[in-house]
C-alpha cells in the first residue's frame, strides 16, 4: 500500500472517491447495500431537502447525492456518451454466487459476462437507475473480505491528452496503454479510458446538473497548496477554492472532456 508520504497532490489515503447523483435513495440502497453488500456509513443532509447516502467498498468512498430531479440521465449505451461512465468493482472469487443469488432476488437480469484475457472473469450489468456497472471476481483471495479495489471508466475523446491529465495533474502512474481501455493506477484506484468521439454527448457536470456519476473526489491536505500545483502545470480550474460551513474546503477542476474532480480537505 500506498503511504501517506508517498502520494501526490497531498492525498491522505491511496485512493479516490466517486460522486453519484441520483433519483431514488431506496434504488441506490437496494443495489449497492443490500446486492453488491457495501459496508454502509451515515447520511449527510444537504440543502434543499437533499441528502448523500454514502458506502464504503474496500477503502473507497461511493457518495450518492439524492435529488428529486428526473433529467439528464446518463445516455444508455457505455460508448454513447464521453465522461465518467463506468464503476467496476474488484471482489474475490468467493462472492460470485452469492451476489448473482441477489440480483435474481431483485429481479434484475443476469449479468453478461465480457471476455477476459486473464483469470479474473468479468460480467456487466446496470444498476436500478441505468449507471453501468462492471463486476470482476478474481480467484486469488484477499486477506480482507471486503471489496479489494474499484475501477472508474471514462469515455474520453483523446487517449494520449487524458492519460497525460491524469499523470501531470493527478499523479497517476500508467498501468498500460498497449490497448483500450488504458489503464491508470493510483494506489488501490484504477481509471480506464477508451476512446468516444466528439460527435458524442458529453455526460458531465455537478451533482445538480445531471444524474450519474458526476465527480472524481480526492481527499486531501490542503487545497491551496494543491491549487497552486496545478495551475502551476497548466490545469484548469472550474470552481476556486470555497468553504462548506466549517467543516471543509473544497475546489474543482476540469478533467479530460470536462469532467470534474473535486479536491477537498477538512477545516
Do not use: C
Request: aromatic letters at 8%; a negative charge; proline letters at 7%.
Amino acid at each position: 500500500m500506498t503511504m501517506p508520504a508517498d502520494l501526490p497532490l497531498g492525498l491522505i489515503q491511496d485512493h479516490l472517491n466517486l460522486v453519484f447523483s441520483a433519483s431514488d435513495g431506496p434504488s441506490i440502497e437496494r443495489f449497492y447495500g443490500d446486492i453488491i453488500g457495501l459496508r454502509r456509513i451515515p447520511n449527510v443532509p444537504l440543502p434543499g431537502g437533499r441528502y448523500m447516502l454514502r458506502y464504503h467498498g474496500g477503502a473507497t468512498e461511493l457518495k450518492f447525492i439524492v435529488t428529486d430531479q428526473d433529467s439528464g440521465r446518463a445516455a444508455s449505451g457505455l460508448t454513447a456518451a464521453r465522461g465518467i461512465r463506468s464503476l467496476t468493482f474488484v471482489l474475490p472469487e468467493s462472492r460470485r454466487q452469492s451476489v448473482f443469488s441477489r440480483l435474481a432476488v431483485y429481479g434484475l437480469p443476469a449479468p453478461k459476462a465480457l471476455p477476459s484475457n486473464t483469470e479474473t472473469t468479468r460480467y456487466a450489468l446496470q444498476d436500478f437507475e441505468g449507471n453501468h456497472i462492471e463486476l470482476a471476481f478474481i480467484t486469488d483471495e484477499p486477506t480482507d473480505p471486503d471489496i479489494v479495489r474499484m475501477e472508474f471508466g471514462f469515455g474520453v475523446s483523446d487517449l494520449a491528452a487524458s492519460g497525460q491529465f491524469l499523470q501531470e495533474m493527478l499523479g497517476m502512474s500508467l498501468g498500460q496503454n498497449d490497448a483500450e481501455p488504458h489503464q491508470y493506477i493510483l494506489g488501490q484506484s484504477t481509471i480506464n479510458l477508451w476512446q468516444v468521439p466528439t460527435s458524442q454527448p458529453a455526460i458531465v457536470g455537478m451533482p445538480n446538473e445531471m444524474l450519474g456519476m458526476s465527480l472524481l473526489q480526492l481527499v486531501i491536505r490542503d487545497v491551496l497548496e494543491a491549487r497552486a500545483l496545478i495551475v502551476s502545470r497548466g490545469g484548469a480550474i472550474h470552481t476556486e477554492p470555497y468553504n462548506v460551513g466549517d467543516l471543509a474546503v473544497v475546489m474543482f477542476i476540469e478533467g479530460p472532456d470536462g469532467i470534474l474532480i473535486e479536491f477537498g480537505a477538512a477545516l
